[in-house]
């Protein structure tokens, strides 16, 4: 008998997927589904670019924005040779449950542009991201869409943006963006809140379980700006982190990796490969790890249904978008495993985003300790919003925090009812 190999969901598919077990939980009306779980807009567009040697190459990007029922559209733009629209649909997605398990109002956005940035010169970075702009602007404003930072875009391509945005306008408009240097009307604390905001969920998960940070065994898959904040933070506070994985390769230290040295490293050397006292491992052996918490923070599908029995570790902290399938879902939470899903977990990035955006609408700086203290407290209040759905209506932690931000959408679509 012909053995049928399992064929993983794309990020969109498995999206709809999360969506639908958690409106059966809330016992959602058919009605309201309709309304709330398909993309409010999609705009894909062709972007002609002049490149350092003359030729002129055509790039595809997107911009989707899935809900407004709360606020304005909010979600990052990201420059990836893989990204396609059906990625951007589900991160889109994401984002509106996301907003609304932080509880700030926001719905959700997303944007991309297939393209590989580590080919591309400083000059070729910003004809491309001007033109994208250009070509989104339609959608975007501080009222309408919030674009940030996402996988290999930063605060200078932000400041393109708004930039390119303001000069369309006739006059400065810092809050079209979040993530924008300081200088531009950027926030204090936003470069850190997305791996900062990992940190206090595991606080909260580590107190619910009784498990002492102190001492636990971490592995971080991913040692970009999210994954290395984590990994900082969660050795500042005595865990051991363990094993650190970027693109170019994974390392291992039983005794701990020093973070704060391994962080210096790949700012010189742009990889956490060869780190003196470490050792090389495969990244399958990364994944396999006895550990207590797994950090995955690179991108989405990184663990599925064929890897997913190989992990040992009690918490997962989706630092990443998506880097669970819904069968490795399954698979973790049969064997006890906790999950700290995505929308909760990496969700101190557009917490802070919101701060940024409110900054700028008032004309008002906080200082970094403000940040901080605020997204501590949004973060600890959401996950104990989601672990209590999650033990009063015993469903996995990802439906719950599901459940808590398809829930709030729906509500605020009902009150505001169907137009026209």
């Not at 709330?36 to 002129?56: A, Q």
């Not at 304005?72 to 997605?93: C, F, N, S």
């Not at 010169?121 to 250009?134: D, F, G, K, M």
């Not at 970009?224 to 984590?230: D, E, K, L, Q």
Request: with cysteine.
């Amino acid at each position: 008998m012909p053995i049928t190999a399992v064929v993983e969901k794309n990020a969109y598919e498995a999206a709809m997927e999360n969506f639908d077990l958690a409106a059966e939980a809330l016992e959602l009306d058919d009605n309201v589904r309709n309304m709330i779980k398909s993309p409010e807009r999609v705009l894909t567009v062709h972007l002609p670019v002049r490149m350092d040697n003359g030729k002129i190459h055509c790039f595809q990007g997107h911009r989707v924005q899935h809900s407004t029922a709360r606020g304005p559209a909010k979600g990052g733009i990201r420059y990836h040779p893989h990204v396609t629209l059906d990625e951007v649909k589900a991160l889109a997605t994401w984002m509106t449950w996301k907003c609304a398990v932080v509880n700030i109002p926001f719905g959700g956005g997303k944007g991309g542009v297939t393209c590989n940035p580590k080919e591309m010169s400083q000059i070729e970075l910003e004809h491309l991201t001007r033109r994208y702009a250009s070509a989104i602007l339609p959608l975007i404003g501080p009222a309408q869409d919030i674009p940030a930072p996402d996988v290999y875009t930063n605060s200078q391509v932000m400041a393109w943006i708004m930039d390119t945005y303001s000069m369309t306008k006739g006059f400065p408009i810092p809050g079209v963006v979040t993530g924008k240097p300081i200088a531009l009307g950027g926030s204090l604390g936003r470069n850190e809140a997305t791996g900062r905001g990992v940190f206090y969920t595991l606080q909260s998960a580590c107190e619910h379980l009784g498990i002492p940070m102190k001492g636990a065994r971490v592995v971080v898959q991913g040692f970009g700006n999210a994954g290395s904040i984590a990994a900082h933070l969660l050795d500042s506070n005595q865990a051991y982190v363990i094993a650190v994985s970027d693109s170019k390769g994974c390392i291992y230290n039983a005794d701990g990796v020093d973070i704060p040295k391994l962080m210096l490293y790949k700012e010189k050397t742009g990889s956490v490969v060869g780190f003196p006292g470490s050792e090389p491992i495969t990244p399958e052996q990364l994944l396999s790890l006895e550990c207590e918490i797994l950090v995955p923070a690179a991108l989405e599908n990184a663990v599925q249904g064929e890897n997913a029995e190989t992990l040992h570790t009690k918490i997962v902290a989706e630092a990443a978008n998506g880097p669970l399938t819904p069968e490795a879902d399954r698979i973790l939470e049969a064997r006890g495993v906790f999950i700290i899903p995505d929308i909760l977990c990496n969700a101190g990035g557009v917490t802070v985003s919101y701060f940024e955006w409110v900054q700028d609408e008032q004309h008002l700086f906080w200082e970094a300790q403000d940040v901080y203290n605020r997204l501590e407290r949004v973060m600890k209040t959401s996950f104990a919003d989601v672990l209590k759905i999650h033990l009063t209506h015993k469903v996995g932690m990802r439906t719950a925090a599901n459940m808590l931000g398809i829930g709030r959408v729906a509500e605020a679509t009902v009150l505001r009812g169907l137009y026209p």
